[in-house]
């Protein structure tokens, strides 16, 4: 089994927020899919490591906006990159909020829903959110931004301060692990994607 074949299913990146009392949360996936249009719902699948996931559990309700082809690197580094548990994404963030009170990226997408809980599904690692979509607005014509040109047009490298001579990269969000060996249980703190997504890297600066 390759399981590069995988890699070649084209997604999306969509910015995913919620909200608990008053603090304002997201993160990034690449999960959104429309499943049926009679009600019209979505499916997104979502790392139970992240903190939206959490919000987005009690809550049942988020937002999806569908990142453009202009999005800058250091909007995917503030929402895919860091926890809310430990940091305000939104603090340097003007927000717009759509009818349901939640933000929406409204400099970066070029559409948002709103979307209802209807069925949450335990898939192990991650939830599976199938949610009724209950408002949806066009914001402009840009092109919507694939991982694929995610990764060849915006994605920049991580600069990492590291003492060893042999260290590990996760090719999927560039997070160095700083050592040899990278245990076989590794999970990333960034992307959550285990240690089998993680490259070898020798003798750099
Ligand atoms: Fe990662």
Request: one cysteine or more; charged letters at 20%.
């Amino acid at each position: 089994m390759n399981l590069d074949a995988l890699m070649k299913i084209e997604y999306g990146l969509f910015c995913l927020t919620a909200k608990k009392n008053n603090f304002d949360n997201g993160c990034i996936v690449n999960t959104v899919t429309q499943v049926t249009l009679t009600p019209c719902q979505v499916a997104v699948a979502v790392n139970k490591c992240n903190y939206t996931h959490d919000i987005i559990k009690e809550s049942k309700e988020f937002n999806i906006s569908v990142l453009t082809q202009k999005t800058p690197f250091s909007v995917f580094k503030n929402f895919g990159y860091q926890s809310g548990r430990n940091v305000n994404k939104f603090e340097d963030f003007q927000i717009k909020r759509s009818a349901n009170g939640l933000a929406y990226l409204a400099d970066y997408a070029n559409s948002y829903m709103s979307c209802e809980v209807k069925e949450i599904i335990d898939l192990g690692t991650h939830s599976l959110f199938i949610a009724e979509v209950t408002d949806a607005q066009v914001l402009n014509d840009n092109p919507s931004v694939s991982y694929d040109y995610y990764l060849n047009n915006i994605k920049e490298d991580l600069v990492v301060e590291t003492n060893s001579k042999i260290a590990w990269r996760c090719k999927i969000c560039g997070y160095v692990y700083d050592g040899d060996p990278l245990p076989s249980d590794f999970i990333c703190p960034i992307c959550k994607h285990g240690a089998i997504d993680f490259e070898k890297i020798e003798n750099f600066e």
